[in-house]
């Protein structure tokens, strides 16, 4: 089993930072793809950002490609997310998450993803 615990997340004002973590326990997490969902008030969760187990490549969603940047230190089992310039419409709960399989690629369908976290609220004012 494995164990994501996602922190970082808050109140802010349009135009602020905020870094969200993700940290992993419980089994190996080096060699797989991590990525972050959310899921607004009323809505689908969406995928906003992935990583594949060495960094080599990264996906956005379209809505945040530009603002946002995920990261990932293997050796200390976090996957970070870098969230400039926030607008409204990030509002959200932020989820991590992980797909048991040795893949080199970011999907972006929460189906494909087999652990997830509690997830933080991000919380974006005008």
């Known amino acids: 089993q494995v164990q994501l615990v996602e922190s970082g997340g808050g109140l802010v004002q349009a135009g602020d930072s905020l870094r969200l973590s993700c940290a992993a326990s419980g089994r190996t997490v080096s060699t797989f793809t991590m990525a972050w969902f959310r899921q607004p008030p009323g809505k689908e969760r969406e995928f906003v950002a992935g990583?594949?187990?060495?960094?080599?490549?990264?996906d956005y969603a379209d809505a945040v490609r530009g603002r946002f940047t995920v990261s990932r230190d293997n050796a200390k089992s976090m996957m970070y997310l870098q969230m400039n310039s926030l607008i409204p419409e990030d509002t959200a709960v932020y989820y991590c998450?992980?797909?048991?399989?040795?893949?080199?690629?970011?999907?972006?369908?929460?189906?494909?993803?087999?652990?997830w976290g509690q997830g933080t609220q991000v919380t974006v004012s005008a």
């Open positions: 998450t992980l797909q048991w399989k040795l893949i080199v690629t970011v999907p972006i369908q929460p189906n494909e993803y087999d652990y």
């Open positions: 990583i594949t187990w060495n960094g080599g490549r990264t």
